[in-house]
């Protein structure tokens, strides 16, 4: 009898996170020390509280940034990299009974937008050098395209995504929704699958990722991005995403409880909106790190956070860097429940 699959959400206990490390030769080139400070206090604060897992064309840059406060919990992986989007490249993980499983599905730079051959290798080589310690199960599944940015778990049966991401042709062939679904269902054991068809974001390169416009919290909650503003270009595609929230149910047929974050005020780069977003904050053991944007909106998205996640630590990290690659925190991060990172 084949054990039950359990897709864990965010918050559940976790052994570790991963991120790759900016280089030179990515495209943080431009402004390499501004994006190496940002990703050395990320590491910082994950470190302060659990296990570290980075990747890095060369292991001595980011063991040169992080020596500081380095006291061994942070693991090194000299590997190749393309980018520093580990969300969406990193392993998705799920439980197979108690033994946790290494899912690694194919990345193709968003539906061939950028390239990927580098970062598509990751986790197999990770698993290879034994990153991943000795329990979890590994399971390769490079013929199915899938970023961990574009699914939400609430631990409860049900998984959350977008049919602008999951459907995009260049993805998985212009496989039909019931395809997708009948394939999330099966790899992720769960029972039902939400699928967001509005809500998008100016400069995302992502074709709407869920975590940049709505996210699964504790007791039966979802937050998303509101905007207020009539005259924002997104206005009408989130005032209907947030209707489409409020029909929403979980797999007991409840309602979920839904709370608003405020819309990031507009930043600009190269005459280019970017996709600031409150939403893409990650959960780690005993804290909550949010993106800040040097905004006075920073405060109120805090403040929210404390509201959603009571018992954590909330803690802003300066993610104005990140955005200039149109991307935030969650993204440049992959968190790893108990039992993966030894």
């Given at each position: ?236 595609s989130l005032k209907k995403m947030e209707e489409e929230l409020s029909t929403f149910r979980n797999s007991e047929g409840q309602s979920y409880k839904l709370v608003a974050i405020p ?80």
């Amino acid at each position: 009898m084949t054990e039950k699959i359990f897709f864990p959400p965010e918050w559940h206990i976790q052994s570790g996170v991963q991120i790759a490390w900016p280089h030179a030769n990515s495209d943080w080139k431009p402004y390499l020390d501004e994006a190496e400070k940002c990703f050395t206090e990320i590491a910082r604060q994950i470190s302060k509280r659990e296990k570290l897992l980075i990747a890095a064309p060369d292991i001595s840059v980011p063991r040169a940034k992080c020596s500081e406060f380095d006291d061994g919990r942070i693991l090194y992986a000299e590997i190749p990299t393309n980018d520093t989007w580990s969300r969406d490249f990193g392993a998705i993980t799920t439980f197979q009974g108690s033994v946790p499983v290494i899912n690694d599905f194919a990345f193709n730079g968003w539906g061939l937008k950028f390239a990927s051959n580098l970062d598509n290798r990751i986790t197999g080589l990770l698993y290879e050098k034994g990153l991943y310690g000795r329990k979890p199960i590994y399971k390769n599944l490079l013929n199915f395209i899938l970023e961990g940015g574009s699914v939400e778990s609430d631990g409860n049966g049900t998984v959350m995504t977008t049919s602008e991401c999951l459907l995009s042709p260049n993805r998985n062939g212009g496989s039909s929704m019931e395809e997708i679904e009948a394939s999330l269902k099966g790899m992720f054991g769960t029972e039902q699958i939400l699928w967001l068809n509005h809500g998008y974001l100016a400069g995302d390169d992502t074709d709407s990722h869920i975590d940049t416009l709505a996210r699964f919290c504790p007791d039966n909650t979802i937050c998303y991005v509101k905007c207020t503003d009539e005259t924002d270009e997104h206005y009408e595609s989130l005032k209907k995403m947030e209707e489409e929230l409020s029909t929403f149910r979980n797999s007991e047929g409840q309602s979920y409880k839904l709370v608003a974050i405020p819309m990031a005020d507009a930043v600009y780069f190269e005459g280019e909106r970017l996709p600031a977003t409150y939403a893409n904050f990650l959960v780690i053991n005993g804290a909550v790190l949010c993106p800040t944007y040097n905004s006075p909106k920073d405060t109120e998205a805090l403040n929210i956070m404390k509201r959603l996640f009571p018992g954590r630590e909330i803690t802003g990290i300066d993610c104005s860097v990140l955005i200039k690659q149109h991307g935030s925190l969650h993204c440049v991060t992959m968190q790893y429940p108990e039992g993966v990172i030894e």
